[in-house]
């Protein structure tokens, strides 16, 4: 059963566009937040995080907005840029984990359009 | 190098053979971790070094798989009589301290694994 759910396999934006990445999980207990960003061939970086404390949190054209009654979580980037298109991962970790680790999305793949 | 790095990047082999996967940490980080991405699949986490220790050995798939780390710094995976469902991205992962999920982990580019 996945506790991190990111059911857009793929998402298309245009250029100046604001891209959206939506992320859900399951496990009340977790408590912190994650997104990485993936190049091709590449392996993941770290991009933004939240804890369950924050309701938002803003870095440059990044921001990720958490919902705990819903227990989502979405990444925003505006405006969307061509080195934007990258896999990108939501993850979440919180004290019920074994040992505290991080339990990572199935990722969303983004398309900036020119 | 300042970053995390794997060796090989890529891998064929053929089924029933073993391999081994190489992962050297950025210096002075003492938390090593191991993942696998499968075609369509998210990062699965496989085990998690402290020092050279394994607390949390509870991603391998199966005994087929065995990790060791030395000297707190390199580690290596070895997959034995490896199964075509072996085959994936290896990704190895380094932190500074290792508390749990609120420190951020650096990934090395990854080792592709094909098993025909």
């Known amino acids: 059963d996945q506790q991190v759910k990111q059911n857009s396999p793929s998402l298309s934006v245009q250029e100046g566009r604001i891209s959206i990445l939506n992320c859900d999980y399951t496990?009340?207990?977790?408590?912190?937040f994650l997104w990485y960003k993936k190049y091709p061939a590449e392996g993941p970086t770290f991009l933004i995080s939240?804890?369950?404390?924050?309701d938002k949190n803003e870095d440059g054209r990044f921001t990720v907005f958490l919902n705990k009654s819903a227990k989502h979580l979405s990444l925003h980037i505006v405006p969307s840029q061509p080195g934007d298109s990258a896999v990108y991962f939501c993850?979440?970790?919180?004290?019920?984990?074994?040992?505290?680790?991080?339990?990572f999305g199935k990722g969303t793949r983004l398309h900036i359009l020119p | 190098g300042a970053g995390v790095s794997q060796s090989p990047s890529n891998k064929v082999t053929e089924k029933g053979k073993d391999v081994e996967l190489r992962c050297d940490p950025i210096?002075?980080?003492?938390?090593l971790y191991w993942y696998r991405q499968s075609l369509g699949q998210g990062l699965e986490f496989l085990i998690y070094?402290?020092?050279?220790?394994?607390?949390?050995k509870s991603g391998l798939p199966s005994d087929r798989f065995s990790a060791e780390r030395t000297g707190g710094s390199v580690s290596t995976l070895t997959i034995q009589r490896t199964q075509q469902e072996d085959s994936a991205v290896y990704l190895c992962?380094?932190?500074?301290?290792?508390?749990?999920?609120?420190?951020?982990?650096?990934f090395g580019p990854g080792t592709r694994l094909l098993v025909l």
């Open positions: 992962a380094s932190s500074l301290v290792g508390i749990g999920g609120q420190e951020t982990q650096y």
């Open positions: 496990n009340s207990m977790f408590d912190y």
């Open positions: 939240i804890s369950s404390i924050k």
């Open positions: 993850a979440a970790s919180g004290k019920s984990n074994r040992d505290d680790k991080i339990i």
């Open positions: 210096s002075g980080h003492t938390a």
């Open positions: 070094f402290q020092g050279n220790s394994a607390p949390d």
